[in-house]
């Protein structure tokens, strides 16, 4: 008997596949033009200087993060069972906090000075607008793995906190003058720059907790769906024995050297049906299952 939270689970770790890929993709494309473009009569900082930019720097930290999403999501199509570990989706946080940030500071400082299409176009197309866009979307609907706690927000401050303390003492403490930087945010002269330094950690830190309250709404929505199709499924059912054609099932897609215990399934089966089994004995009798079916079937397609 197959999960009956297989197809969604499959489905979540699919459109994160494709969310997380897109974004590495979009990023490196938007960082390359950035790279090869020499001079922009609207931006100062081109060519290796991009990396000044809290823009450039918050996407690619963005896009590692994804990138690190990838692999446990290829296994996840491969296994059926798809499961990040909390620290990966901690950094997830934190990286698309500081992409949310570049969306936010484009989207109401910089278009009103620069204007809307110069913002979003070219590069910055990627980089303001695709790229924290669908990170927000992919982090908040198909991460769904682990509950981000109050205690971690804090986290999403240290990227901010490190690039404000470089650009205040690259623009007020050396200057351009001096081989510093210009003040290309205007956080030091559009604005007094006692409201940037007072407001910047407290903005930053309310666009952490409205993420964490996105994405654990998301994932809470999506256990109670789970939770129901178990009830549904496993009410009334011998879950030892579902737990055995589970294995022998998923026998026929992976080999023993790939085996993949369940234990997280197995635990929402037991919590689910009113059962009473040790989820430790359900898991050995799930490997038990695999192993008999793999080696019965080896024998027969020796005969």
């Known amino acids: 008997m197959k999960d009956p939270a297989f197809r969604s689970n499959r489905m979540q770790c699919l459109f994160a596949l494709i969310g997380a890929s897109v974004v590495a993709v979009c990023v490196c494309a938007g960082v390359v033009m950035n790279l090869v473009t020499l001079y922009d009569e609207n931006f100062d ?30 296994d996840g199509l491969r296994t059926g069972y798809y499961h990040l570990p909390d620290w990966v989706v901690v950094l997830m946080h934190v990286a ?6 570049t969306f936010l500071v484009s989207l109401l400082i910089l278009s009103p000075v620069k204007g809307f299409v110069l913002i979003f176009t070219g590069s910055r197309f990627f980089l303001h607008g695709v790229c924290p866009v669908l990170s927000i979307d992919t982090f908040c ?24 303390l470089v650009y205040l ?16 945010y205007g956080f ?12 910047i950690l407290p903005v930053t830190f309310g666009i952490a907790t409205l993420l964490r309250l996105g994405h654990n709404r998301c994932c809470l929505r999506r256990r109670e769906k789970d939770a129901e199709l178990y009830r549904k499924a496993y009410t009334g059912v011998d879950v030892g024995q579902a737990v055995e054609d589970m294995a022998r099932s998923c026998r026929r897609e992976l080999q023993p050297k ?46």
Request: glycine content about 4%.
């Open 45 to 74: 900082h081109m060519g290796i200087r991009t990396f000044c930019m809290f823009t450039v720097d918050s996407n690619i930290l963005a896009a590692l993060s994804m990138m690190l999403c990838i692999p446990y999501t290829v």
């Open 96 to 101: 698309v906090t500081a992409v949310s940030l």
């Open 141 to 164: 609907l198909f991460i769904n793995s682990h509950l981000v706690r109050l205690k971690e927000s804090p986290l999403a401050l240290i990227p901010v906190f490190i690039y404000a």
């Open 169 to 184: 003492v690259m623009v007020v403490f050396i200057g351009e003058d001096r081989g510093g930087w210009n003040d290309f």
């Open 188 to 199: 030091a002269t559009r604005i007094p720059i006692w409201i940037s330094l007072t407001a």
């Open 258 to 303: 790939r085996i993949v215990i369940p234990a997280q399934t197995i635990g929402y089966m037991i919590q689910n049906s009113g059962s009473e089994l040790d989820q430790a004995e359900l898991c050995r009798r799930y490997l038990e299952a695999f192993l008999a079916d793999f080696e019965a079937a080896s024998k027969t397609a020796s005969i």
